[in-house]
């Protein structure tokens, strides 16, 4: 074989596999033909984001890199025990709210961009339980004190991809206002609070969180995986999850 002939073949492998990438990463959903580079990796496990993607699940840039994984969010909603209603703090895509509602709770699901609300009730109704959550645009820390519910799930803004590249993640990292004052926003709500942190959050800051719990609640930090990966922490702050903890050992 000439050299230029070896040249024309690799030439021609090389092309084969670059058709290859492009079709792989070719969107199947035809809203999502806005699919930058940034989000390329996020959409690559968009299954594990959304299960249900293929029906026509709807996000924008930040919803890509911020969404809770669906099995995660499942998890959340495990956790919640005792019914009633959920107040998802920072609803976004509407990852959490869907499992909550997929569990039986009723769900207030407060986003401050009128566009992620928009994409939040479309993918709800994907999952069939848009009639069980109530949208709100606002800024959570001005509804927080005319709000009552069972159980306040936050899920606030961990600052973009980049809180990766801390090595101790402190709470005044978080937005729109650092973790104290989200927690207390919270609590004018309900005692009873989960709180969705990045993998690498500062473990003893947040177990001082529970020093502002009243009553004074027992704390867990529960590490959350997906497919053996580590991606998350949740403070669970339930005064629900005590009383069945309680029953359990009695019965
Ligand atoms: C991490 S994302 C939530 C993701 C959500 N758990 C999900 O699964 O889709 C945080 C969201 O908080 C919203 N947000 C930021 N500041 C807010 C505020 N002051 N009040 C309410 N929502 C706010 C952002 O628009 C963003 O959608």
Redesign the pocket.
């Known amino acids: 074989m000439t050299r230029a002939s070896r040249r024309s073949k690799n030439r021609r492998k090389n092309l084969k596999r670059s058709f290859k990438i492009r079709a792989k990463f070719r969107p199947s959903n035809e809203s999502q033909a806005t699919i930058s580079p940034k989000v390329k990796k996020y959409w690559l496990q968009r299954y594990s984001l959304f299960s249900r993607y293929d029906e026509g699940i709807k996000m924008d840039e ?2 890509w890199f ?3 994984p669906e099995e995660i ?1 499942v998890r959340h909603a495990q956790r919640s025990v005792g019914g009633g209603v959920v107040v ?10 869907i499992q909550f509602a997929a569990l039986g709770y009723h769900v207030v699901a ?4 009128p566009k ?1 609300v928009e994409m ?1 009730l479309n993918n709800t109704k994907i999952y069939g339980v848009d009639n069980y959550i109530d949208f709100i645009v ?6 927080a004190p005319s709000l009552k519910g069972n159980v306040a ?1 936050l ?4 600052g973009g991809p980049s809180y990766k590249m801390t090595e101790n993640f402190t709470l005044n990292l978080l ?3 650092d973790g104290h004052a989200l927690f207390q926003a919270a609590q004018t709500i309900t005692p009873n609070i989960m709180m ?1 942190l990045p993998r690498n959050v500062d473990v003893c800051q947040v177990e001082e969180l529970s020093w502002l719990s009243s009553p004074p609640l027992n704390v867990e930090i529960e590490e959350n995986y997906v497919r053996g990966f580590l991606k998350a922490v949740t403070l669970i702050l339930l005064i629900l999850q005590r009383i069945k903890n309680e029953i359990n050992m009695f019965s």
């Open positions: 930040e919803g911020s969404v809770t969010a998802d703090c920072f609803a976004g895509m509407g990852g959490n709210s407060i986003d401050i961009d992620k939040a606002g800024d959570f820390l001005q509804l799930f899920s606030p803004p961990w937005k729109p206002v969705f």
